[in-house]
């Protein structure tokens, strides 16, 4: 796959003698979003730091792009609530990165009142366009979004998948996300890794969300949860106005296979 960013195969990990991660085969290509959804506990988190090369495997191999640049967007962040620190000096906490920059990064988030703002003022959902700013600010070819719409209301949440996708549109970059929000982010991702500690199934979400080890995990009701179709022929810009045609859909025809997980007893 020329094109890929990075790939895992046979990567597993233990802790304490109990199997955290178990042969996991994963790869991400540039424009293509793929999410990690599973239970907590699931080992979406180990799998992330193994991304992320901060946890080495205990098996397996984790091959990246030679000199990939990445942006991370952690789950959450914690500040202390003394710290005198503005949206603005946080993003220049990143090399390089001046007052214009900043405010670039901000304005293709959405978020751009905020430069001046104290952090810890912001809103759950400011913070989260902030977090999604700075990982843009390393200009990645890999965008790794551990839970990006943490802590924000359902309409937000949304509108921060809708800005997800158009940033992939823009950048053409890779993402590997990692969310629960399985009703909103299964209709704005390319392929779906349901995973619980090994790969239960992955491929195309309309495939995923009728396979057997993904309601074993979420209930029965889970299928009904996690599609719905739409279909674009536009795309609208971070205030909601129709600006283009839409440069890619999410409308995945049903002949697309999805893959069982080797250790899965699902058939």
């Known amino acids: 796959m020329s094109d890929a960013l990075i790939r895992l195969q046979g990567v597993s990990v233990t802790r304490s003698g109990q199997s955290v991660l178990d042969n996991i085969q994963l790869s991400v290509s540039s424009g293509e979003i793929v999410t ?90 400011e913070m ?25 209301d359902v309409a937000g949440q949304a509108e921060l998948y809708a800005l997800i996708t ?34 239960c199934c992955s491929g195309h979400p309309e495939q995923v969300s009728n396979d057997p080890a993904f309601v074993e995990l979420f209930g029965q009701n889970a299928p009904s949860l996690a599609i719905y179709h739409h279909h674009h022929d536009h795309a609208h810009d971070l205030h909601g106005e129709v600006c283009q045609p839409a440069e890619h859909t999410h409308d995945h025809p049903p002949a697309h296979n999805h893959d069982h997980g080797d250790s899965c007893k699902h058939g």
């Open 166 to 199: 158009q940033l992939r549109n823009r950048h053409k970059c890779g993402v590997l996300m990692v969310s629960h929000d399985l009703h909103l982010v299964m209709s704005t991702t390319d392929q779906v890794v349901c995973l619980n500690r090994h790969v």
């Open 128 to 152: 989260q366009r902030v977090l999604l700013a700075r990982a843009l600010l390393r200009e990645p070819e890999l965008l790794v979004l551990d839970e990006p719409v943490q802590g924000v």
């Open 36 to 125: 990690l959804i599973g239970p907590n506990g699931a080992g979406k988190t180990t799998l992330v730091r193994a991304v992320l090369g901060l946890l080495k495997p205990d098996a397996g191999d984790v091959w990246r792009k030679p000199k990939l640049r990445v942006g991370y967007m952690p789950q959450k962040l914690h500040v202390d609530p003394t710290l005198p620190l503005s949206v603005l000096r946080f993003l220049r906490l990143v090399p390089g990165v001046d007052r214009d920059t900043a405010l670039a990064a901000l304005v293709e988030v959405g978020a751009e009142k905020v430069i001046d703002s104290p952090l810890q003022g912001i809103s759950g959902g």
